[in-house]
Nanobody
Framework: QVQLVESGGGLVQPGGSLRLSCAASGIIFGIYDMGWYRQAPGKQRELVAVVRSGGRTNYADSVKGRFTISRDNGNDMVYLQMNSLKPEDTAVYYC????????WGQGTQVTVSS
């Protein structure tokens, strides 16, 4: 059974930081491209960042320079370090794994508000 379990969301003030974690199980983690998506109320789900199986990363323009995605293949984990958070970063953040099939986590809420 494939599971992607996110953690690390919460309430943070503008300018603050959070680190999201995603623990994967049931997949051969090293062959999957791992990504973080987010969905704000009333908006479509959008890609935030992805780290390919080979290590290359891509970011949405809106988070470049503020967010960093990383992966730990030894522990089947993917992380999203979020700095200089803005109110517009408020959303549910989802972990995503993609290879021949793709899988989603259940999401973790991030709220940026004073």
């Amino acid at each position: 059974q494939v599971q992607l379990v996110e953690s690390g969301g919460g309430l943070v003030q503008p300018g603050g930081s959070l680190r999201l974690s995603c623990a994967a199980s049931g997949i051969i983690f090293g062959i999957y491209d791992m990504g973080w998506y987010r969905q704000a109320p009333g908006k479509q789900r959008e890609l935030v960042a992805v780290v390919r199986s080979g290590g290359r990363t891509n970011y949405a323009d809106s988070v470049k320079g503020r967010f960093t995605i990383s992966r730990d293949n030894g522990n089947d984990m993917v992380y999203l370090q979020m700095n200089s958070l803005k109110p517009e970063d408020t959303a549910v953040y989802y972990c995503h794994a993609e290879a021949a099939r793709d899988y989603w986590g259940q999401g973790t809420q991030v709220t940026v508000s004073s």
